[in-house]
């Protein structure tokens, strides 16, 4: 099955800083999407984008997509506290109501 | 409202034992999903129900089960479990399969002793 596949970073950031994380899948895809994780919890949608754009917006939140290289980031501004989480990139590759998820990123926020 | 609830939050069992885990969700969804997270967090898709149809089994023992009433409930149950079952599971469910959103349940933190 095909997943994303995210950087294998820690980020550790003092708050205001901007946190940046990558996700690379293999095969084409309808969609890719952006999940967070708080410890101990389940995972919160944050943002869908579709393989025909190349930018989205939501509040803080700016991902990208490069179908070419098969890529995204997720940029998450002005950090909080609030925002130490693991995130998740997640594809539809494969299809079949397969959403397969990458191995997340864990970024800690420093007050 | 929860809109995705699995019970229970917690289970510790002795191996050999067997168990389920329930999930129900209230947003009218078509399509729900299994998810087990280890202990790296990798979070990998055990199966998945599109209308009370199996869609998707990946390579999951067969001691696991998942089971559709109806379209709003898909449980997990797991015979003869072994300590390599310890994991967070979670369901999920979501519109139309993987292009939409997916709404996840809190997990159920299995510990098998």
């Known amino acids: 099955s095909q997943q994303g596949e995210e950087d294998p970073q820690a980020l550790s950031i003092q708050e205001g800083e901007n946190a940046t994380m990558n996700c690379s899948y293999k095969t084409s895809i309808n969609n890719l999407q952006w999940y967070r994780q708080n410890s101990g919890r389940g995972l919160v949608h944050l943002i869908l984008?579709?393989?025909?754009?190349r930018e989205k917006h939501s509040g803080r939140l700016r991902v990208t997509l490069d179908t070419s290289k098969k890529s995204s980031s997720l940029l998450i501004t002005a950090s909080r506290a609030a925002d130490t989480a693991s995130y998740f990139c997640?594809?539809?590759?494969?299809?079949?109501?397969?959403?397969?998820f990458g191995k997340g990123n864990q970024v800690v926020v420093i007050p | 409202d929860t809109a995705v609830s699995q019970t229970p939050k917690y289970l510790v069992t002795q191996m050999g034992n067997d168990k389920s885990i329930k999930c129900e969700q209230n947003?009218?969804?078509?399509?729900m999903y299994w998810y087990k997270q280890d202990s790296k967090k990798f979070l990998k898709i055990m199966f998945s129900?599109?209308?009370?149809?199996?869609?998707i089994n990946e390579t999951v023992p067969n001691r696991f089960s998942p089971k559709s009433p109806d379209k709003a409930h898909l449980n997990l149950h797991i015979n003869s479990l072994e300590l390599g079952d310890s994991a967070v599971y979670f369901c999920?469910?979501?519109?139309?399969?993987?292009?939409?959103?997916?709404?996840f349940g809190q997990g159920t933190r299995l510990t098998v002793v």
């Open positions: 997640a594809t539809d590759a494969g299809g079949n109501n397969r959403l397969a």
């Open positions: 999920a469910s979501s519109r139309g399969g993987g292009i939409s959103e997916a709404f």
């Open positions: 129900y599109n209308n009370k149809e199996l869609i």
């Open positions: 984008i579709r393989s025909n754009e």
């Open positions: 947003l009218g969804h078509d399509t």
